[in-house]
């Protein structure tokens, strides 16, 4: 089959509130498909691309006072328009397995359900800048509370971005969103528990991947 004859890739999303270990097991994903050899890209949101990686210092560091609500989903949404445009699409145009390390189910948790604009607002703002696009999985990882705090202090000490070191009933509403947009998309989302050991996790991750495995081998 020729490069313009490639059967699309896979676009798989970690999603999961602060420390829920998402980096950690978007590379172990990587490593593990790259194994089975598949072409594997691995980003992530806000970032993946020039123009959104600079998006993402205005939000993770923002000037002034910060951003509300709003000029914040409208951020995101502009950063996610990028990637998807540049990166995203790109790469499942070539075959490639893509692996994002957050993606818009943390815009719909983080500013529609913690910072209240809305479910509404945020996959309207979706829709304009990438026209609806999902992933074909989302995984969403979840961590006891204290869990968390543990490897946040752990990994940044004193020091949390602007949205990172937000107070702890923004971050429990955070958790809840995710939990609900879990529920009311069984089919989209796979929830697994972020509290076990890494090799633990990654291997019910696998496990939860193996039906878009074989679909691709087919």
Known sequence: MSKSEAKPG?????????GAGKSTQAHLLADALRKRGLSVDVTREPGGTPGAEAIREL?????????????E????????????????????????WVISDRFLDSSRAYQGVA????DDAVLALHEIGSG??????????????????ARLAQRDGDESDAIGGRDAAYHRA??????????SNA????????????EEVHSRIIQAIEPLLRTSSE
């Open 10 to 18: 896979v676009f798989i999303a970690l999603e999961g509130g602060e």
């Open 59 to 71: 939000l993770l560091d923002p000037p002034g006072e910060g951003w509300g609500a709003r000029a």
């Open 73 to 96: 989903a409208m951020l995101f949404a502009a950063a996610r328009s990028d990637h998807v445009e540049k990166r995203i699409k790109p790469a499942l145009a070539r075959g490639e």
């Open 115 to 118: 910072g209240e604009l809305g």
């Open 132 to 149: 609806g696009f999902r992933p074909h999985l989302t995984i969403l990882i979840e961590a006891p509370e204290e869990d968390v705090a």
């Open 174 to 183: 955070v958790a809840q969103g995710f939990r609900q947009f879990a529920q």
């Open 187 to 198: 089919d989209g989302f796979v929830v697994i528990d972020g509290s076990r050991a890494a």
